[in-house]
Structure formats: C-alpha cells, structure tokens
Nanobody, 126 residues
Framework: VQLQACGGGLVQAGGSLRLSCAAS?????????LGWLRQAPGKELEFVAG????????RYGDSVKGRFTISRDSARSTVYLQMNSLKAEDTAVYYC???????????????????RGQGTLVTVSS
C-alpha cells in the first residue's frame, strides 16, 4: 500500500487544519483500514484516529476525542483528518497508516498498521 499524506503546517492554538491521505497500490482495497498516527519529538508513535475499511467504524485516541474527526471519500481511497481546537501538544509529525484485516480492537493500535506513509509536520503555536 502506498500512502501519500499532505496538509500539515503551522497553526495557532485553537485553530484548525485538515490532513489528507491518498492510498493506492496492488495490496490496497476498499477493505483496508486507514488511520492517522503521530509522533512528537522524543515521544513514541501514538494512534490518533482510524476508520475500518469494510464498515467505516471509527476510533480515536483519547487525547483527540471530540476535537478531531476522521472521514473518507466514497471510493474509500482517501482519508481525511479534520483537526479542530488544536493545542500545542498536538504538535507532531503525522503519518497516514494502513492496516489489513483489522478487527475493531486493532484499529487503535499504532503498531498494527503495517504500512505508513511519509509524515507531514503539524506545528501548533501557543
């Protein structure tokens, strides 16, 4: 699976950004789960949000619930992350990830995303 993310940038605290990720490749299908992961400087990779391919079930990390929304297009090949009420602690490199054969509980496991695209930097100034 190839993943191409874009949309990062610099925003003030309280502002909004939208990230996009286009998925493609011979192993990608409409049943592939897509998600967003992030890694802040000096911290481990963290699950942000995911959407299961076959049924659209979504999951969010506790730190972003109520502020971030994941969605996808009708072809299920592009996933979006709408980020509102951004905080300084949201500053990180955001990665688009893909997971095959996801079960509901695996959607929110960063380590189970077998594929990861290049990151896009989100910087939130306080």
């Amino acid at each position: 699976v190839q993943l191409q993310a874009c949309g990062g940038g610099l925003v003030q605290a309280g502002g909004s950004l939208r990230l996009s990720c286009a998925a493609s490749g011979p192993t990608f299908s409409r049943y592939t789960t897509l998600g967003w992961l992030r890694q802040a400087p000096g911290k481990e990779l963290e699950f942000v949000a995911g959407i299961r391919g076959r049924d659209g079930i979504t999951r969010y990390g506790d730190s972003v619930k109520g502020r971030f929304t994941i969605s996808r297009d009708s072809a299920r090949s592009t996933v979006y992350l709408q980020m509102n009420s951004l905080k300084a602690e949201d500053t990180a490199v955001y990665y688009c990830g893909a997971q095959q054969n996801a079960i509901v509980t695996s959607i929110q496991s960063a380590s189970l995303y077998q594929y990861r695209g290049q990151g896009t930097l989100v910087t939130v100034s306080s």
